[in-house]
């Protein structure tokens, strides 16, 4: 694993797992650090041995931008994996993970970070079925089908545990993530029911 990094400590790490996103990468990283050219922020870009260009995309975005830190693993780890390896090199007090597609409107950006300064909970997005179906019927189906089965194991009231966007405090999430084992597809759903095993509030924000 390597990185490059900036040199004044940011409020705000926003971690971002990428696996082959060399179609998009480039156009989102400029959207979202727009977004956040008037914040103290840092984005690790956390490339999971993507088969395609979006390493070498990302380095150049990098190299001109020095808010953007950049990680390659030479084999790969799953999206909690790359989460889980880069914590210890995040330097802002609230961590913010979100997707490369930047499927959530930027502007809950702030509300999450705000809700995590607040409360010092774990803030997670929560999105409506009508918002879930711009992902295909088949999918939404599944997806409700499985939370509906989270939710009543493990009593946790929450609706939408697999949204991408979170955000807590760093030292909070070093706690956590000490504590999650699956790297893969219940990563999302692990750490929420390890924040509720530890006491930690659970805030959800209904996001587009």
């Avoid at 797992?17 to 956390?46: G, H, Q, R, T, W």
């Avoid at 993970?97 to 702030?110: G, K, N, S, V």
């Avoid at 997005?125 to 939710?151: A, D, F, K, M, P």
């Amino acid at each position: 694993m390597n990185g490059t990094g900036v040199n004044e400590l940011p409020h705000v790490s926003l971690i971002i797992p990428v696996y082959n996103e060399s179609s998009i990468i480039a156009k989102n990283l400029a959207v979202l650090c727009d977004f956040m050219k008037n914040e103290s922020y840092e984005i690790l870009v956390c490339d999971d041995c993507s088969k395609d260009k979006t390493y070498e995309i990302c380095a150049r975005v990098a190299e001109k931008n020095p808010n953007i830190r950049l990680f390659h693993f030479k084999q790969r780890i799953g999206k909690g994996g790359t989460v889980k390896a880069v914590l210890d090199k995040a330097e802002g007090e609230i961590i913010v993970i979100m997707d490369a597609d930047l499927a959530t409107d930027l502007r809950h950006i702030t509300e999450l970070t705000s809700t995590v300064e607040t409360n010092r909970a774990l803030a997670i997005g929560e999105r409506t079925i009508h918002e879930r179906l711009t992902q295909g019927y088949t999918r939404t189906i599944l997806s409700l089908g499985y939370n509906l089965l989270v939710r009543l194991l493990f009593r946790t009231g929450i609706a939408d545990h697999q949204c991408g966007f979170k955000g807590l405090r760093n030292a909070d999430a070093r706690m956590l993530f000490r504590q999650v084992t699956d790297n893969g597809f219940l990563f999302d759903t692990e750490l929420i029911l390890r924040a509720k095993k530890f006491g930690l509030p659970i805030r959800r924000i209904p996001v587009k």
